[in-house]
């Protein structure tokens, strides 16, 4: 009888201690993505937009428009409506991890990055000002180990130097929508798939 006592208790136990891991652990689940609830939600453009919270330090926000080829000749037009009034650097996310982060890799950009040309313009609607333009061969865009998303790396014009494409960064706001149009000119069959993101903000940002 004892026996059947201690092993109920055990069982009880168990599951309490489950119980509680699983709320913890959905907590921090919600608490990762969103920090007051909801989080930032006056995004109304195209792709998938997100808010990780007040707590990131960077990359708070993150837009994904989705795919792109850089093995085709072809055109792609975004919508970006409500962003947040914040930094937002534009670029393109690679499904290939920079050198820092690839043991063994030679140092330097693939080959192929100087046979793929990619234009992006950013229009802000309305004014019709032209917020930055950039028409580079992918070799002339920086290239970083730094994105938002888990083993890839990200292309982006800073425009610090004469020999880097222009900076794609801008300062958003709510009242203002715009267009971002990319145009790809490829010459190549080695290219990684990509996507274009927009990210910014965090308690780190100026």
């Given amino acids: 009888m004892t026996a059947k006592i201690h092993i109920k208790r055990l069982v009880i136990g168990a599951t309490t201690v489950l119980a509680i891991t699983a709320l913890l652990g959905l907590n921090a689940c919600n608490d990762s993505g969103h920090t007051g609830h909801t ?20 990359m708070r926000y993150v837009v994904d428009l989705g795919a792109i080829d850089l093995e085709a000749d072809k055109e792609y037009t975004f919508s970006l409506s409500g962003l947040p009034a914040t930094g937002l650097t534009a670029g393109i996310c ?14 330097g950009k693939p080959e192929w990055f100087d046979k793929v040309k990619v234009t992006m313009v950013l229009i802000e609607l ?5 917020v930055f333009k950039i028409e580079e061969p992918l070799s002339r865009y920086t290239w970083t ?45 080695d290219a990684v798939p990509g996507s274009i993101i927009l990210y910014g903000g965090g308690w780190k940002a100026p």
């Fill in 126 to 130: 309305g004014s019709n000002k032209e």
């Fill in 39 to 58: 989080g930032y939600t006056g995004y109304t453009g195209d792709g998938a937009f997100k808010d990780h919270g007040k707590r990131a330090a960077s």
């Fill in 145 to 189: 180990n730094g994105s938002p998303k888990p083993a890839t790396s990200f292309l982006y014009g800073r425009g610090a130097a004469a020999s880097e494409a222009a900076s794609s960064s801008f300062e958003s706001g709510a009242p203002n929508a715009y267009q971002l149009t990319i145009k790809v000119e490829s010459e190549t069959e």
């Fill in 94 to 107: 690679l499904d290939l991890q920079h050198y820092f982060e690839t043991k063994g890799a030679a140092h």
